[in-house]
């Protein structure tokens, strides 16, 4: 492998550009034979290899082939993350997120089969604000996978919990509603729990009822003015996008008009909900 990295070394350095594009694919068939051969990863082989021919790169000869899109994206979702979660913690007290919170649920997802989240994430942000011919369609299916974040990640602390009752309710193909309120209606009966009653419309049979009850939400979300009110109104609107998300695909580029940062925020703010109150519990 490292003579063939030299080879296209050879090949870029006399500008023979076609026989160095030729290579490429044969070396990275051959990092994926040593891989699975070897049972190791793409990132230990570079590290193995280091650097190959002259160049003033500072990156490893592969890495600079082959960019580490998984490193690329955890920092692009490490910044977004960031960012919101300054406005998050503005408006609670008891379950703020610091930076390491964020370091410690990245590495959770990327440790599990969640960890799309921060691919979703990323390409959701960079469609919509492109705005190309066909952005309402990438974004909606973009803003489809993001949206299954917040109940996967229950799920998957559900299964980490040790409660065999609360376990239970995995094995019945429960939706996100079923999940809330298993998780946080005796914890928090007279807080979130009654703000997420409270706000409801949760549902939407098309997307003109997806748009007046995501309307609605935000409207009574600017006017919180409390961390119940704030994290339950969040959870609604989550669940609406999730709700309307999984059991629709439509083309509309007016469907988030205004609404896009709310509904990402909601999200994404449920999705640090979910995680602190995790960790209060113990389960990670």
Not at 217 to 226: C, E, F, G, Q
Not at 229 to 241: E, M, P, V
Request: aromatic share 10%.
């Amino acid at each position: 492998l490292r003579g063939m990295l030299f080879l296209h070394h050879c090949y870029e350095q006399s500008e023979r550009y076609k026989l160095a594009e030729a290579l490429k694919s044969d070396i990275w068939r051959m990092v994926e034979l040593i891989r699975f051969a070897f049972s190791t990863s793409s990132e230990a082989i570079s590290d193995r290899i280091g650097y190959v021919g002259i160049g003033i790169s500072n990156q490893k000869t592969l890495e600079v082939l082959f960019p580490n899109r998984r490193k690329v994206i955890r920092e692009k979702a490490e910044k977004i993350l960031t960012s919101l979660c300054t406005a998050y913690n503005k408006t609670t007290q008891n379950y703020q997120i610091s930076p390491q919170d964020i370091d410690e649920l990245l590495n959770f997802v990327e440790g599990s089969d969640l960890a799309v989240f921060e691919y979703a994430l990323v390409e959701l942000n960079e469609t919509h604000f492109n705005r190309t011919s066909w952005y309402a369609a990438e974004s909606f299916l973009r803003l489809k996978a993001l949206a299954s974040f917040p109940e996967s990640l229950m799920r998957k602390l559900i299964c980490r919990s040790g409660d065999s009752s609360l376990q239970g309710v995995l094995s019945s193909n429960a939706g996100m509603g079923t999940l809330v309120q298993r998780l946080y209606q005796a914890k928090y009966q007279n807080t979130i729990w009654n703000e997420y009653v409270t706000a409801g419309r949760r549902d939407a049979n098309n997307a003109q009822d997806f748009k007046t009850n995501t309307m609605h939400l935000i409207s009574i979300k600017v006017r919180a003015t409390n961390e119940n009110q704030f994290i339950g109104i969040d959870l609604s609107l989550a669940t609406l996008l999730r709700n309307f998300t999984s059991h629709h695909l439509v083309e509309q580029p007016d469907l988030l008009s205004g609404q896009y940062v709310y509904s990402v925020r909601a999200i994404l703010n449920t999705a640090f909900f979910v995680w602190k109150d995790a960790k209060s519990r113990g389960w990670v």
